[in-house]
């Protein structure tokens, strides 16, 4: 098959692959435990449910703007303006099929050949396939557990160069839960500000942030940088919503412009009864998302101590979001039939075959030697998930001597 060479430089989603790779072994009747799946494990509140089957039943099953209907542009205006402090016309939010999909269109209108992307590493898998799709050039700036997976002022400045085009920000983060304090995005934003880059600010996990005290806006801090950032969100994680596929931004009005440009010759618009929802969603209650961040706080802290209680496996305690991103490489040298484990990669399998857990290989975020495991599961499965690692880990005979 001749396939465009566009192709050839992606690789498909490492997460959603382990999704994959559970179903097929569950079909086998393999039990298997998921730690891999970026999602919440709650079901969708049940007035958002209410409003689509509502919507569904006035008939609201036909093509909407492009951009998404007036009511929902209205709600994620609303939206902004209650939580974050800032303020949109209609002309500067757009709505898309999912957070993904919101990210995918503004890489496509943003980046050109040459162009380079500065994404803080660990990263989200897709950020980096994204920007080569476009045809930008990823530039990774590493960080690790001495500065709590964060990026400093001083590497920023360094980093940018006259190519750089923009800044991935993404805080509470995918994997590492990472999340800026005020003091350390005020540092970042002066950066920003005597720079040309622009800003993607992927908000997503904005409501998972668990003791730190909530970190205003990149664009409250600094609301003249408006012309320079885009914030993107999702209804996906926040009322967890992961399958309904609704994802928007707010920026200026020349970049949502282009971005409806694309979407226009692609999807046209997000799927309409999922659009009723939205709004539901983001005017209704806001207590289900309290809720599951409480559990959330609670599952960190399980999970974070049986971590730290495994011989040879290092976390730091993140701040938000809903992942865990432990330390694994003591275990490289260890051997597991005939073979020696040497990565991450190899970690996650020996775990997938031998203690029937599912968690995500820290290459697809850019580091080797650390896993990805999700708490969005319940407690039942968190803790049997645990005991069954606990125990293959020491049946690779503990960590590797000097480690
Ligand atoms: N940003 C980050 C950091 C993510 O982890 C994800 C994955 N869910 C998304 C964006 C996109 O999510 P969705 O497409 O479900 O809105
Ligand atoms: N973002 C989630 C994750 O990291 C869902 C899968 C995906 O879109 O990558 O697991």
Not at 55 to 67: D, S
Not at 250 to 274: D, F, H, K, V, W
Not at 317 to 335: H, W
Request: charged share 20%.
């Amino acid at each position: 098959m001749n396939l465009a060479k566009r192709l050839q430089l992606i690789k498909p989603s490492p997460t959603l692959m382990v999704t994959v790779q559970v179903a097929a072994l569950r079909r086998q009747g393999i039990e298997v435990i998921d730690f891999g799946a970026g999602e919440p494990d709650f079901d969708t509140p049940e007035h958002i449910k209410e409003a689509a089957i509502a919507a569904l039943r006035q008939g609201q099953t036909k093509y909407t703007p492009v951009g998404g209907t007036a009511a929902l542009k209205e709600a994620i205006i609303a939206k902004l303006q209650r939580d974050n402090g800032l303020t949109y016309s209609l002309q500067e939010v757009t709505a898309n099929c999912g957070g993904k999909h919101t990210l995918f269109n503004a890489f496509h209108a943003l980046f050109g050949e040459g162009d380079e992307v500065l994404i803080p590493a660990p990263y989200w898998v897709s950020y980096s396939d994204m920007a080569i799709l476009a045809g930008g050039q990823p530039k990774l700036l590493p960080t690790s557990e001495e500065t709590g997976f964060k990026i400093t002022a001083a590497q920023l400045q360094a980093a940018l160069g006259p190519q750089s085009k923009a800044l991935i920000l993404n805080s509470p983060a995918n994997p590492t839960g990472a999340a800026y304090s005020e003091a350390e995005l005020r540092q970042l934003a002066d950066v920003i500000e005597r720079s040309n880059v622009f800003v993607i600010s992927d908000d997503v996990y904005e409501k998972f942030l668990y003791d730190s005290p909530r970190c205003p806006h990149l664009l409250a801090l600094k609301p003249h940088l408006r012309d320079r950032v885009l914030v993107v969100n999702s209804v996906s994680k926040t009322y967890a919503m992961t399958g309904w596929r609704l994802g928007y931004a707010a920026g200026p009005r020349e970049l949502i412009t282009a971005i409806e440009t694309l979407q226009s010759q692609s999807t046209s618009n997000p799927n309409s009864i999922t659009q009723a929802a939205a709004v539901a969603a983001l005017t209704g209650t806001q207590e289900p998302v309290e809720r599951m961040a409480r559990e959330f706080a609670k599952r960190r802290n399980y999970v974070v101590a049986r971590l730290r209680a495994i011989p040879g496996i290092s976390c730091t305690l993140p701040e938000g979001a809903f992942y865990v991103f432990p330390r694994v490489s003591a275990y490289f040298g260890t051997r597991w039939q005939e073979k020696t484990i040497t990565s991450a990669m190899d970690l996650s399998l020996y775990l997938l075959q031998e203690a029937k857990v599912a968690v995500v290989a820290g290459e697809g975020f850019g580091s080797a030697d650390h896993i990805r495991i999700s708490y969005a599961t319940s407690m039942q499965n968190l803790e049997q998930g645990l005991d069954q690692i606990e125990a293959a880990l020491r049946r690779l005979g503990g960590p590797s001597p000097g480690t």
